[in-house]
């Protein structure tokens, strides 16, 4: 079994076509890091080369096979050291005939343990890199069981989740980074949604056209930014790590990030895009000014002295302001946000009248709203979201797949993830916990949907903090999220576009109101959710290399 260790997330810059400099850096910052006690060294992308090439051949000029001078002199730092070290590299493969942007990570004797190939090519990788070939590797290791992913790859929830999956405990990320949501929130969300150590190392400076801001960082299972470096700063960032607290995935007080995933309801991960519903609709004509909606979040919900009318009635009053699609919380006509069996019982007992009462709101004012209730179906309950349209009546059934604990004692889940085709676009739902699971919004957006309705009960702030923007920016659908006042990490509801925010801290862009009653609304181009281009060449669906998915689905 492995043992607690210190990590360390070099900060620094390399010399393009230098590689004598680069590796008088990487000397200079092992040094250091040995010095506060580092047993795992980790250096940036293309650490050997730069990044920024002339051209496919001015990159074939400079790349290394990977048992080259780089790796070489790399592998003797880790024999002298007595440490590991992993490092982002322009490599060449002579076999293959081609450049890869590829990361290596070098045991104690200087041995390759670990050799990973760039999947989620940038825009200007793509001018002299090949996709990656060498799929998900993981590797264990005397500091534990061990998966690289390159910078961008982290944009991707599927490649995290599949080193998680085969077993990783840590991550870590060899970067460029040229934006601070990069670092600050998808290296936490990743973290946190697969319960494993993340250690991101990434460089700071200028480089030719670029930017770097920094954002090197260590962050623990439970998505605690462990240790940070500065921007704009070169050194080195050192933090402690136990590999057996990622063995454990526990959320919530009795549930489980790996034991509660639903594999035979993920089937879409496995398709190639052009064989998913979403590539199709893509090439379906539209007028963006016609494909636009009024969306709201309506953060109110029966309580101790809220009744069902009074949910009801600001309902209404939502819809009043022209909204056509409306969100309530989880549970919205629940007095508790986490119903037990007989509280679920008594729920279902008042279905056929909310039901009425809601598509008479709907009807009123021609809107939709996603009600999340408890339902009687045969001799069993679900936990469902009922989409009520425009005649007053439901249009939209969705059994929810992923179940808490406590859910589990009384509901049967569903299995289904659907998308519900209305006149203000096309609809999926996820309720609750099912947010946590990245598969889900993943499949939605590969069913179709241009918006994402959540109504939720969250336990953990980070649900909202590292889940709610990167399940609209991975997908490129906007989400509207109607949470609970009185669960564990009450209100925060919000609506957020495909592309996320420009400011990456969401409780700045978007602080999270407390107030009973809120209806947080936003006019969504829903046009904008039918292109799933992040940047040119970078297509968030399209460019996923399925072949790689397996683990996603066994």
Request: proline share 6%.
């Amino acid at each position: 079994m492995s043992r607690p260790f210190r990590a360390a997330a070099v900060q620094t810059l390399a010399r393009l076509g230098d590689l004598d400099s680069n590796l008088d850096v990487v000397r200079r910052h092992t040094g250091e890091a040995v010095r506060q006690g580092a047993e795992l060294i980790v250096f940036p992308e293309c650490m050997n080369t730069g990044y920024l090439f002339d051209s496919a051949d001015h990159a074939r000029a400079l790349a290394e096979p990977v048992d080259g001078r780089f790796v070489q002199e790399l592998g003797a730092l880790a024999r002298e050291h007595d440490v590991l070290i992993a490092s982002g590299m322009t490599e060449w493969d002579p076999a293959r005939e081609k450049i890869f942007n590829a990361g290596v990570l070098l045991d104690r004797a200087g041995k390759l343990v670990v050799h990973y190939h760039k999947q989620f090519l940038a825009t200007h990788d793509q001018n002299w890199f090949a996709f990656g070939v060498h799929g998900c590797p993981v590797a264990d290791t005397d500091l534990g069981r061990v998966g690289l992913l390159i910078c961008f790859d982290g944009r991707i929830p599927e490649i995290a989740r599949c080193l998680a999956l085969e077993g990783a405990e840590m991550l870590i990320d060899m970067a460029n980074f040229f934006a601070m949501d990069q670092a600050e929130m998808w290296g936490p969300a990743r973290a946190y949604e697969n319960g494993v150590w993340l250690v991101a190392a990434t460089k700071a400076g200028h480089e030719r056209s670029i930017y770097y801001p920094g954002g090197s960082m260590i962050v623990d299972p439970g998505g605690h930014v462990r240790a940070r470096m500065p921007y704009d700063a070169h050194g080195v960032v050192v933090a402690d790590v136990d590999p057996a607290a990622a063995r454990h995935k526990g959320i919530y007080a009795r549930n489980d990030r790996f034991a509660d995933r639903r594999p035979s309801s993920y089937g879409l991960l496995g398709e190639p895009w052009p064989a998913t519903p979403a590539a199709a609709i893509a090439k379906q004509a539209v007028v963006p000014a016609e494909l636009v909606a009024k969306v709201a979040a309506v953060q109110i919900h029966a309580g101790r002295t809220v009744t069902v009318d009074d949910v009801l009635a600001q309902l209404g009053h939502a819809a009043k302001l022209g909204i056509n699609v409306l969100v309530l919380p989880e549970y919205a006509a629940a007095p508790t946000w986490a119903p037990n069996a007989a509280e679920a019982r008594a729920l279902a007992e008042t279905t056929e009248f909310v039901v009425k009462a809601v598509g008479d709101v709907c009807a009123t004012y021609r809107c939709y709203t996603l009600l999340s209730h408890v339902e009687r179906i045969g001799d069993a309950l679900s936990a469902s979201a009922l989409l009520i349209g425009p005649l007053g009546r439901i249009v939209g059934r969705y059994r929810k797949v992923h179940l808490t604990a406590e859910e589990r004692a009384w509901a049967t889940a569903g299995a289904d993830l659907p998308v519900f085709e209305t006149e203000f676009g096309r609809l999926g739902v996820m309720l609750g916990y099912d947010g946590v699971f990245p598969e889900t919004a993943r499949c939605l957006a590969l069913a179709g949907a241009d918006c994402i309705l959540w109504p939720a009960s969250f336990r953990e702030p980070f649900e909202r903090q590292w889940l709610a923007v990167t399940r609209a920016a991975d997908n490129r659908c906007s989400v509207v999220l109607a949470n609970r006042l009185d669960c564990p990490a009450p209100g925060g509801s919000f609506v957020i576009p495909p592309g996320g925010f420009p400011l990456w801290d969401v409780n700045v862009v978007a602080p999270p109101t407390q107030a009973p009653g809120a209806v947080m609304p936003a006019f969504v181009d829903l046009a904008a959710a039918r292109q799933k281009q992040m940047i040119p060449k970078v297509h968030m669906l399209a460019n996923r290399l399925v072949a790689t998915y397996g683990p996603l689905l066994t």
